[in-house]
Nanobody, 123 residues
Framework: QVQLVESGGGLVQAGGSLRLSCAAS????????MGWFRQAPGKEREFVAS????????AHADSVKGRFTISRDNAKNTVALQMNSLKPEDTAVYYC????????????????WGQGTQVTVSS
């Protein structure tokens, strides 16, 4: 069982920044590709960003590219999402997820999910 716990959500004005963190309980964190997803009220879950096991490869959704940056610290079993230039449409519950597989499929199936953290961006 892999447990994922998100933190860092909150309320911020448009144009501001937040940094989300996800702490993983995995014995071998480097076995997992990691991702961030979000879901706004009335909308489908949306891919935000992903990072491969070593941290050498990243992928970001077009809607956040240039504003959000995913990173990981394998020594600390954490993954982060730095969010800059936030917009009201970024308002959502953000979920951390882990993918265990050979290779890396950023938008593929993820095996473990956190409980989510609320991000609210006011205009």
């Amino acid at each position: 069982q892999v447990q994922l716990v998100e933190s860092g959500g909150g309320l911020v004005q448009a144009g501001g920044s937040l940094r989300l963190s996800c702490a993983a309980s995995a014995r071998t964190f480097t076995n997992y590709n990691m991702g961030w997803f979000r879901q706004a009220p009335g909308k489908e879950r949306e891919f935000v960003a992903s990072i491969n096991k070593s941290g050498g490869g990243t992928a970001h959704a077009d809607s956040v590219k240039g504003r959000f940056t995913i990173s990981r610290d394998n020594a600390k079993n954490t993954v982060a999402l730095q969010m800059n230039s936030l917009k009201p449409e970024d308002t959502a519950v953000y979920y951390c997820a882990a993918q265990i597989r050979s290779g890396w499929v950023p938008k593929g199936t993820y095996d473990y999910w956190g409980q989510g953290t609320q991000v609210t961006v006011s205009s």
